[in-house]
């Protein structure tokens, strides 16, 4: 069985009280920002079905992202674009986008718990934890909220580009999608540094 409040229950126990979990989606497609997420949730809510987003169906997590946002004490969406992967690369892009999620919240953050194993430079203290968006419920929900925000933007997209497949692939890597971009071109949205090894695709 799941404590999904562990962490934050330790973290308070060591004086903070607004703590914060951050995740973020979109570190691997091929178009697109990375999306970051940061939400501060009452210890030992429980919300039905929270767990990682990427186990939940595309249906769930629709749900889910609305509940989050209710019942949230507080929470921030941040994001890097595509531009800003290529000039700084993509770790760079998320830490920065993680950043700006956390600047994004109304309510401000004392301590961060962040998916990973690696610790974006924050105005705040904090710790990582591997697989903490199936671990702990602040970044389970966190991720909830950058997946969907970010899902939602390329579905967008699919609209302004039909011949893609961004509603489908959601900018990932597919066969499709670089079939799309041997056809018919690199977009404004891709990341050129993701493509430099087009031509062996």
């Known amino acids: 069985m799941i404590d999904w409040y562990e962490y934050q229950r330790k973290a308070e126990e060591k004086g903070f009280f607004a703590v914060c979990g951050i995740d973020e989606a979109g570190r691997g497609p091929l178009a697109g920002p990375v999306c970051a997420a940061t939400v501060i949730m009452p210890l ?3 919300i039905d079905g929270l767990n990682d987003s990427k186990k939940l169906s595309e249906v769930k997590r629709e749900a889910l992202f609305d509940v989050v946002k ?3 004490l507080s929470y921030g969406i941040g994001w890097a674009s595509e531009q800003e992967i290529d000039e700084y690369n993509i770790l760079q892009a998320t830490f920065l986008a993680m950043r700006r999620a956390v600047e994004a919240m109304p309510v ?5 718990l962040v998916d990973g194993n690696r610790m974006p430079p924050l105005a705040i203290p904090g710790e990582t934890i591997v697989k903490g968006d199936s671990k702990c419920a602040c970044i389970a929900a966190a991720s909830i909220l950058a997946k969907v925000s970010r899902d939602r933007l390329l579905r967008e997209w699919d609209t302004q580009y039909p011949k893609y497949g961004f ?3 959601k900018g990932y890597g597919t066969k499709a999608h ?4 041997n056809k018919y071109g690199i977009l404004p949205v891709h990341r050129r540094s993701f493509l430099k090894n087009l031509g062996e695709k």
């Open 44 to 46: 030992g809510l429980e």
């Open 167 to 169: 509603a489908k692939h």
């Open 70 to 72: 209710e019942m949230a």
């Open 108 to 112: 401000c953050a004392d301590y961060a």
């Open 178 to 181: 670089y079939e799309a971009i």
